[in-house]
C-alpha cells in the first residue's frame, strides 16, 4: 500500500520537477533532454496507469466476457426448451385425434357405470319402500284386527249384559248366585 503511494507521487511530481528544471526560453536548439524526460514520464506515466488499472480492467473484461457466455448460454438454452416445446406441441397434436377417441370410448364407460349404478340405487331403494309398506301394511291390519275384537267383545259384554238383566228373574238370579258360590267354592 505504502509503495503505490509512493510510486502515485513520484508519477505526479516528476513533470512538475522535470519543467521546473528547463529554465531558458528561445535558445533556438531543440530541447531533446526535456522531450526525453517527458518521454520517459510519458512512459511512467502510462506503466503506473497500466500497473494500478490493469486488474479494473482485466476485470471488466472478464466480467463482459462471463456476462456474454452467460447470455449465450441462456439463449442457447432458451432455444432448447422453445424447440422441445415445439416438439411437444406437435406430438399433442398429432396424438389429438387418437386421444380424443379413447376419451370418448373412457367417458361411455364411465357413463355406462352410473347408469348401472344408479338403477342398482334405485332397485334397492324401490325394494326397501315395498318392503317398509308390505310391514307397515300388516302392522295396520293386525291393529285394525285387535280394536275389532276388543270393539266385538265389548259390544257382546254389553249386549249380554243387557240380556240378561231383561231376561233374568229373581229366581234365575238365585239360582246363578248359588252355582257361582259352589264353583267359587266360598
Known amino acids: 500500500m505504502h509503495m503505490k503511494l509512493i510510486l502515485n507521487l513520484l508519477v505526479l511530481l516528476a513533470p512538475a520537477a522535470v519543467f521546473a528544471a528547463g529554465g531558458g526560453h528561445g535558445d533556438g536548439h531543440i530541447p531533446t533532454s526535456t522531450i526525453m524526460f517527458q518521454a520517459i514520464n510519458l512512459t511512467i506515466l502510462f506503466a503506473a496507469i497500466i500497473y494500478f488499472t490493469k486488474d479494473a480492467i482485466v476485470s471488466f473484461f472478464a466480467g463482459r466476457k ?78 285394525a284386527q285387535k280394536e275389532l275384537r276388543t270393539q266385538l267383545l265389548q259390544d257382546s259384554v254389553e249386549a249380554a249384559r243387557i240380556v240378561l238383566t231383561k231376561d233374568l228373574g229373581s229366581s234365575d238370579q238365585q239360582k246363578l248366585q248359588k252355582d257361582f258360590i259352589n264353583n267359587v267354592g266360598v
Open 66 to 143: 462471463a456476462a456474454y457466455l452467460e447470455a449465450a448460454q441462456k439463449s442457447a438454452f432458451a432455444r432448447e426448451q422453445a424447440e422441445k416445446e415445439f416438439v411437444d406441441i406437435k406430438n399433442k397434436l398429432a396424438n389429438l385425434d387418437q386421444t380424443r377417441e379413447e376419451n370418448l370410448r373412457k367417458a361411455q364407460t364411465h357413463a355406462e357405470d352410473l347408469k348401472k349404478q344408479i338403477l342398482e340405487e334405485a332397485n334397492d331403494v324401490t325394494k326397501r319402500i315395498k318392503n317398509d309398506a308390505e310391514l307397515t301394511a300388516r302392522l295396520e291390519v293386525q291393529r
